[in-house]
């Protein structure tokens, strides 16, 4: 992606005041193609072994923003790698390790695992990078983002290692914890962020009053995660009602916030097209290439009806 992207910001409103806007907003009319992002979960979705350097580097290479998953081992080492423990995404860990997870072990223990063969006998060998190495495939080349989900990090450690590798430009601080948002922000205040929210419509309600009654202060992006709707009886393709996806683009518009949907688990363009009629303004997804090209197909005009996303 061109170093526009980095102008996504650009389009929303220049203040933090709720105030109306005129006439009805569309993707296509008020954003510009190259600014819309599509987030690369995990680094490069289901495409490469998640949070690997090679991941990172072909959701670069598609056009996406990769995100990382960020913990840090027993002796201080902060690195990209999800889950809490190795029994997913480590190839036969010994025994010893099979329960433990990155807090529990040097990095030079989490140096011997293979994160790669779990995916196919084609990453055998993969092995978990440190934050600075990836950091480094930045340094130097502003339209590389990176989203940074936190798991577990000392944020001061964090903010000093964004800062040596010169790209605190160039990261979005990543969490559904939206005081450790603010937190980080004032630790890194040219960062940007998202809070991700999930669960029923009830609770992303509760959370976004939450944000709302600070100004959704610190934040420059908010996604909401969803699934398929798989109440055949309903007319609603999604688990959360379009009404409510129309009703919270409109809100962070007002606020000046990027507004980002995760489909979860869902691949179809007609998923993609969809959302960006409600308002969505980015996508996070495992499935970057037919997200992108999705994205593509709409802006150019290419998108079909819509249809029942429904498994």
């Known amino acids: 992606m061109a170093g526009a992207a980095l102008l996504l910001y650009a389009c929303a409103a220049p203040t933090r005041?709720?105030?109306?806007?005129?006439?009805?907003?569309?993707?296509?009319g008020h954003l510009p193609r190259q600014q819309f992002?599509?987030?690369?979960?995990?680094?490069?979705?289901?495409?490469?072994?998640?949070?690997?350097?090679?991941?990172?580097?072909?959701?670069?290479?598609?056009?996406?923003?990769?995100?990382?998953?960020?913990?840090?081992?027993?002796?201080g080492v902060i690195v990209a790698f999800h889950d809490g423990n190795f029994?997913?995404?480590v190839k036969n860990p010994p025994p010893e390790l099979?329960?433990?997870?990155?807090?529990?072990?040097?990095?030079?223990?989490?140096?011997?695992?293979?994160?790669?063969?779990w995916k196919g006998d084609a990453f055998v060998g993969r092995r978990v990078s440190r934050l600075?190495?990836?950091?480094?495939?930045?340094?130097?080349?502003p339209e590389r983002m990176l989203y940074l989900d936190i798991k577990q990090v000392n944020l001061a450690q964090l903010a000093a290692e964004v800062r040596a590798e010169?790209?605190?430009?160039q990261v979005v601080f990543t969490s559904p914890n939206y005081p450790l948002i603010r937190e980080w922000k004032r630790l890194v205040p040219e960062s940007k962020t998202l809070c991700w929210l999930r669960g029923p419509e009830t609770n992303m309600t509760h959370r976004l009053a939450e944000m709302r009654a600070l100004n959704y202060?610190?934040?420059?992006?908010?996604?909401?995660?969803?699934?398929?709707?798989?109440?055949?009886?309903s007319s609603e393709p999604f688990d959360i009602s379009r009404a409510f996806v129309r009703a919270t683009g409109e809100e962070l518009r007002r606020y000046g916030v990027t507004f980002q949907v995760l489909p979860w688990d869902l691949a179809a363009p007609e998923?993609?097209?969809?959302l960006m009629d409600l308002g969505v303004m980015a996508f996070a997804t495992d499935y970057p290439d037919i997200a992108l090209q999705a994205v593509r197909d709409y802006y150019a005009g290419r998108n079909r009806s819509p249809v029942d996303t429904r498994p």
């Open 17 to 28: 005041s709720a105030r109306q806007t005129s006439g009805e907003w569309t993707v296509r």
């Open 37 to 75: 992002v599509v987030q690369s979960h995990r680094g490069a979705g289901f495409l490469a072994p998640e949070n690997t350097l090679e991941a990172f580097e072909l959701g670069w290479k598609l056009g996406a923003w990769p995100e990382a998953d960020v913990r840090t081992t027993k002796d």
């Open 87 to 89: 029994k997913r995404t």
């Open 98 to 117: 099979a329960r433990k997870g990155v807090k529990d072990v040097t990095f030079a223990e989490l140096s011997t695992l293979d994160v790669g063969g």
């Open 132 to 141: 600075a190495e990836i950091f480094q495939l930045m340094t130097g080349r």
């Open 166 to 169: 010169r790209v605190v430009s």
């Open 217 to 233: 202060a610190d934040l420059t992006q908010v996604q909401l995660h969803l699934r398929a709707n798989t109440n055949r009886a």
């Open 271 to 274: 998923i993609y097209w969809q």
